[in-house]
């Protein structure tokens, strides 16, 4: 009897042990139920982080450098060509292009683009084309140029000198205490460095476009005779010609020039003239007028090629350096002892890679200075001396 009594009694306690547990288990299970979820921690960026992911902000650099561009309108008046002879070869070959023997009214061709203002007194740099309209034979006599400033003001212009060869121009207004910007160093640029394109694209005034340096040193583009330019993917349309390029420091470091295109509008791929280049250009033009250049008189090249090496005597490391191929007998490069076959391979002791970088060379060099020009001739190098002259 006392054992079926103490066994009852442990079975008793079981049953009352086993619901407290249950009830604290369930307790617990409902609370945790009730609680609210604790968020799985955030996977963030450094740059989310720390609140740096956005682009730069430019807007001061353009409302202080946006004043300083300015609207250009040119009208060039096209003289008729009076003279019967204007297709006939041989009254050209005896009496040289009728097509300078003008009269008449003329019609008028206008174009339009952009400046940007040089100093405070009114100079103002801007394209060629802008100018001339592209007119090979426009007297700047004949050329009206009206320019409209970012306070609203309109202005006749007046031509002070073109440059055909890097396509630049130079107006000048009659007025004082214009917005200006700093000039740039050029050389300094890095590729995929931002830029600003400023202008007045399709006659939409002060326009700003955003993008980086693609490329430097471009040339054998094709645009002008003098080529170095500045490749950017800010967008430049009609009407930007002109107008300004400027680094993340407000720095005026280019000049929009054109654009490549397959459709006449943007396509990712414009150029500039490097501030370098249009600083030296703007002083020639303010002073003389016109750029004076460096020259050794009339010089035909061909680019090296293989085969051409074979026969000269050069290597393949010369490739694509100049070769001479002819000139005129009165020119400096004759005289001075520049024979054809001659492979030009260095100039003033600096490499030559082309002929493009060769003639940049010689057109920088100081008129009445003497060039060495290196050169490979039957195989062997010698150095030739050309005076350079205007």
Known sequence: MRRLVFAVVLL????????????????????????????????????????????PDFSRIAERTVPAVANISSTQIIRRQNSPYSNDPIFQLFFGDPGDIQGGPGRASKSLGSGVIISADGYILTNNHVVTGDQRRVSLRDIDISVSLSDKREMPGQVVGVDPDTDLALVKVNASNLPTMPWGDSSRLKVAEWVLAIGNPFQLNQTVTLGIVSATGRHNVGLAQYEDFIQTDAAINPGNSGGALINARGELIGINTAIYSQSGGYQGIGFAVPSNLARKVFGELQKYGEVRRGSIGYVEITPLTTQLAEQLGASAAQLGAPVITGFARNSGAARAGLRPGDVIVSFNGKSVIDGSELSRQIQDSAIGSTATFGVLRGGQRTDVKVPITQ
């Open 12 to 55: 008793l306690c079981g049953l009352a042990a086993g619901m407290v547990i249950t009830g604290k288990m369930r307790s617990a299970d409902e609370a945790a139920a009730q609680a609210p979820a604790t968020p799985a921690p955030a996977i963030t960026s450094p740059a989310a982080a720390t609140g740096t992911a956005t682009l």
